[in-house]
């Protein structure tokens, strides 16, 4: 097994860093990583906002539900879906370019291309012995966040990433059986052994949570599922995704 299979299968998400800032040199890496990632045509429909100012940071984690590790990290990346500059671009040539930028297919590549490129970024962060945890939850206030960060039209702040020198070293949560997510030729539709494998896993993530926290929690991967969909959440998020100019077609 080489070093970077042993740094993507040791990832847990950090969630306490030390008062150190990243430097410039480590940013920069990380942000060239980024860019190294896949990107679909060559398109690059997406941009990195790394925040220092405290201000902010707080702000932000504020805005992304009083997770404090948002003000209290190394550096804190936020990742956009962005179609700006290609509308620029359209300008420059003469195209009315509305009808590309505005579809769902533009839409799913931009968000697919930030993700793409944040992944390279994590795995770069924790292969120089860095931290990291992806922050979804700027999206609970994405106005607010999209005001702050001063972000126009066909910008679209999807997720933060906090990075650091880790503080903590958390045990690493199960995944999901790989047979449970790996289908060859087919999806298997074999609804008994879907279910057998679920309540396998259940055990698994009970036992991680009850030895994590002293018996406090014995939760189930499926009852937090349910309990997830059972509330409807950001439910603004179409209506606000049309308004920056995406996903209208």
């Known amino acids: 097994m080489n070093d970077v299979i042993k740094t993507i299968l040791n990832h847990r998400s950090i969630r306490k860093f030390e008062d150190k800032a990243l430097t410039d040199e480590q940013i920069q890496v990380i942000v060239q990583s980024a860019q190294a990632a896949s990107t679909s045509s060559f398109i690059q429909a997406y941009s990195i906002i790394g925040v220092k100012d405290k201000e902010k940071k707080l702000k932000l984690a504020e805005l992304a539900g009083g997770q404090k590790y948002v003000a209290e990290n190394g550096h804190f990346f936020v990742f956009c879906a962005d179609l700006h500059r290609h509308q620029l671009i359209a300008g420059q040539y003469n195209h009315d370019a509305s009808e590309v930028l505005e579809s769902t297919e533009k839409f799913m590549v931009a968000v ?33 966040v999209s005001s702050l960060l001063k972000t126009p039209a066909h910008v679209l702040p999807v997720f933060g990433i906090a990075v650091g020198y880790p503080a903590q070293q958390p045990d690493q949560k199960q995944r999901l059986p790989l047979e449970h997510v790996y289908h060859e030729d087919e999806y298997q539709q074999d609804q008994t052994r879907y279910i057998n494998q679920l309540k396998e896993y259940d055990e698994q993530i009970s036992e991680y949570y009850e030895q994590r926290t002293n018996g406090e929690r014995k939760d189930t991967w499926t009852g937090q599922m349910a309990g997830l969909l059972s509330k409807p959440t950001r439910m603004y998020m179409k209506e606000f995704v049309e308004k920056k100019g995406f996903n209208k077609r």
Do not use: F, M, T
Not at 119 to 144: D, T
């Open 112 to 144: 697919i291309d930030a993700a793409l490129a944040a992944q390279n970024a994590v795995l770069a962060a924790e292969s120089i012995g860095l931290g990291a945890v992806y922050i979804g939850g700027l999206r609970n206030q994405l106005s607010e």
